[in-house]
Each structure stands twice: as structure tokens, then as C-alpha cells.
């Protein structure tokens, strides 16, 4: 008897460890809707076939989501009477895209499972499937999240990192949000891939002096001094639609994009796990698809809490 219920207490002490971070696992949608995962990645490999790019901006929008009150959904909403969405926010204006690809997979997914795959756990599978489509790695991917009713705007302007930021201004920033150094060094290869507007690091190739000089030069041919605010430049110039460390190499030659970016190879804590993932393309995508799961984990609204929408850019 003894026994019995030491093994039982093991069992669930075991079962609660298995569910750590509670609640989502990765066959949530085993038996509600089996065909969803095939069919995001249809929609997520054909956009990327139209346009490279869009890996890229779908990868940020679960970042941004994550950042802003949990992976929730809240960056696809709208602005409505009822809400003000996060669309606007500094960091997302003029900036955030790919919403019309993430409305084709919920109406495909809609029409096939009615009301049970959530826009936030679309998005972390999108954002998976673009990073394989582009030549980077695969994992698991956790789900059973569910959308937000409301967004918030402050949130976004306050959570999301700023181009300007110092090294531990980011290492505060994600830890802030229950992530390690080591997440952020991992997560910050995203960069890897995708495009940034002229505003964006104009400072830096103007007026830092750890930059590569040759690179300042050719980047400030489509980011004049003054005006051009739009103008994008790729984060990775060496390859901007593949997934892979080159983002570390560049940032070992002082070509980084932004100020940000460069702060994790500046002689400071960041530089030898920077020197490790350019050196070790393994190393690399097994930490970042460790970090994107931790990524994906930031306070899900779970069990009954917040609602499966719809239409991901409105509540139900
Ligand atoms: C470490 C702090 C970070 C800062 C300061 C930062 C900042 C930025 C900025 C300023 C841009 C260009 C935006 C524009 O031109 O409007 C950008 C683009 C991008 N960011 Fe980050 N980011 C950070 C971390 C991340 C993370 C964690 C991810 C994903 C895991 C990510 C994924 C991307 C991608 C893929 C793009 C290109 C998007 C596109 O081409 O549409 N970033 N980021
Ligand atoms: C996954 O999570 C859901 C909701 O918490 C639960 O109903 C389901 O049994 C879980 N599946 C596994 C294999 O743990
Ligand atoms: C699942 O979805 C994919 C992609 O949309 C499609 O090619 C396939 O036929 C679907 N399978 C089933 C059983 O519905
Ligand atoms: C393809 O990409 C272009 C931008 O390169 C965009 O304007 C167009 O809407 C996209 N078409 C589809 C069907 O996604
Ligand atoms: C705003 O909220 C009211 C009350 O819940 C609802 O009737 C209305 O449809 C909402 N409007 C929009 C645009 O969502
Ligand atoms: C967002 O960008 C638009 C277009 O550039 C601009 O008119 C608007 O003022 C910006 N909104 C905010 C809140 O900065
Ligand atoms: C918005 O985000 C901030 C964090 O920056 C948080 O303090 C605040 O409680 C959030 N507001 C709502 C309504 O969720
Ligand atoms: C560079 O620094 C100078 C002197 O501090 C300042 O006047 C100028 O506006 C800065 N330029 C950019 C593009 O930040
Ligand atoms: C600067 O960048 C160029 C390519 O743009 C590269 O060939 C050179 O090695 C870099 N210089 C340094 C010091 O890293
Ligand atoms: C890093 O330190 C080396 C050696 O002390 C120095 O030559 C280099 O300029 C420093 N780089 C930066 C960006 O401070
Ligand atoms: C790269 O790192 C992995 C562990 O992440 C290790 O097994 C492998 O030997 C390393 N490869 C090289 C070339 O150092």
C-alpha cells in the first residue's frame, strides 16, 4: 500500500514535470483537427515562393505577439471601436506584415476545422515552417494556446526591443519576459533572414565606429543621410533568404545592421556564444529552436481562458 502510493505520488510528480509549462503540448490538435499542420505549411511554403521575404515577417510576427501579453494572438487584431490594436505601436508601424497570409491559412483551416485552431498557435507554427522553408531547423512545436479578446498598445511601445538598445538592455528585456541570455543570443540569428527600413539603423551607419567600413558605405548608398526613412537593407547581407549563421560571421566582421545587433559582438559577455554559432551552424539551430519553443511558452492564455477566433483580426 506503502508502496502504491509512493509510486503514485512519483507518477504525478512525473506527469506535472512532463506539463512544466502547463499546458501546451504538441498534439493538442491530434484528434480536432489533424490536417491543420499540412495545411499552414502549404500556405507558408507557397507566400515564401511568391515571396521570400515573407518568412521573414511571419517569424517576427510571433515574436511580437509572444512579447506583448503572451502568444495570444493580440498583434492580428485590428483597430476597431472596440480596440485599440497594437498595429501601431513604435516598433510595429509601418513595419509588422504578413497578415494577409496568416488570414489565407485561418480561413483554409476555418473551412476545415470550424473554431478550434487558435491564430496564436497559427502563427507559432507558421513561424516554424517559415524558418524551415528558408533553410533553417525543424522542432516540435508546442500548442493549445488561444487568442486574446483585447490588445494592447502600451504593452508593445514598452516590451518590444528598440534598435538603439544596449546589450543589457536586451539580455533585461527577454529576461524580463522569462528568457535567458543565451535565448536572446540564440533568438537574435532570426536576423538572419529579413529586411530593415533605413530609420532603423541610420545612426549607426553614419556615426558608430565599430562598423565595417566597406559595409557602412554600400549601405548608406540606399540610406541617404536624410529622407529614404523606408528604404530597406537586408539584416543579413551576405544571404538575406537563407537561414543560417551568417548572421554570427557578419557580426564578427562589424557588419552588423543595427546598433542592437552589434552590441552582441563588441568585447563584451555576448561575444564568445556569437563566436561558437558562427563557428558551429549545429550548435546554432539546436539553441534557436530551444529558444523559439521558450519563446512560444510566454504566458499562453490556456484551458477556457480567452476564446479561438474566427477571423484573426477581430474577437468572435
Ligand atoms: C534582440 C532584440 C531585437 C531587436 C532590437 C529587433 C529589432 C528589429 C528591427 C528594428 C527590425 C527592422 C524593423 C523595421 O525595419 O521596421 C527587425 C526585423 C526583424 N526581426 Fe528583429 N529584433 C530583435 C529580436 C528579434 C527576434 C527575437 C526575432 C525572432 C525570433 C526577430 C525577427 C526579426 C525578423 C525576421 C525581421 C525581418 C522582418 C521582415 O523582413 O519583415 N527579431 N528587428
Ligand atoms: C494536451 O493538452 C490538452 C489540454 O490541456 C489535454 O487535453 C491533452 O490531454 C494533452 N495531451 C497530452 C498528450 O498531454
Ligand atoms: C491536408 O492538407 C494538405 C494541404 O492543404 C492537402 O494537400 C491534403 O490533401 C490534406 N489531406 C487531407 C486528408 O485532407
Ligand atoms: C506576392 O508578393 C508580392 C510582393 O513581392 C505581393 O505584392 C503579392 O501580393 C504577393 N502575391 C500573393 C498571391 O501572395
Ligand atoms: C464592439 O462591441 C460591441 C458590444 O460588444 C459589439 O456589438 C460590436 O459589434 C463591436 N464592434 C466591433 C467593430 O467589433
Ligand atoms: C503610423 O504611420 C502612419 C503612416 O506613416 C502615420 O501617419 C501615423 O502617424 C503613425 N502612427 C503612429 C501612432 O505613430
Ligand atoms: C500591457 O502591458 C504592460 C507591460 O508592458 C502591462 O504592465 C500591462 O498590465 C498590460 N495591460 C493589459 C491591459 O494587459
Ligand atoms: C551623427 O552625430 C552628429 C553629431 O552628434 C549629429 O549631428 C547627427 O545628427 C548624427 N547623425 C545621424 C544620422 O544620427
Ligand atoms: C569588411 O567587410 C568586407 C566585405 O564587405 C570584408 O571583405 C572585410 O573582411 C571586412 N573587414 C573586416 C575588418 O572585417
Ligand atoms: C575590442 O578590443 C580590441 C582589443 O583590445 C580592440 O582593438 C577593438 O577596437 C575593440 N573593439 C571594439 C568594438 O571596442
Ligand atoms: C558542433 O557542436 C556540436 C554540439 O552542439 C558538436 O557535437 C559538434 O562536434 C560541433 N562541431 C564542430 C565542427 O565543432
Redesign the pocket.
Known sequence: MMAFRALAWIALILLGLSNVNGQLNSTFYDSTCPNMSSTIQAVVKQAIANES?MG??I??L??HDCFVNGCDGSILLDDSVNITGEKTAG?NN??V??FDVIDTIKSQVEAMCSGVVSCADILAIAARDSVVALGGPSWKVQLGRRDSLTANLSGANRDL???T?SLNT?IS??NAKGLSTRD?IA??G??T?????C??FRTRIYNETNINSTFASSVQANCPFSGGDNN?SP?DVQTPTTFDIDYYTNLMSQQGL?H?DQELFNNGSADSQVTTYANNQTTFFSDFAAA?VN?GNISPLIGSSGQVRTSCRKPN
Open positions: 521575404r521573414a515577417s517569424v517576427r510571433h515574436f516598433p509601418n513595419s506584415r504578413g526591443p528598440s534598435p538598445s536586451l528585456a527577454f536572446m533568438l537574435s532570426a536576423h533572414i529579413g529586411q530593415a527600413r530609420t532603423t530597406l539584416l543595427l542592437s523559439m519563446m
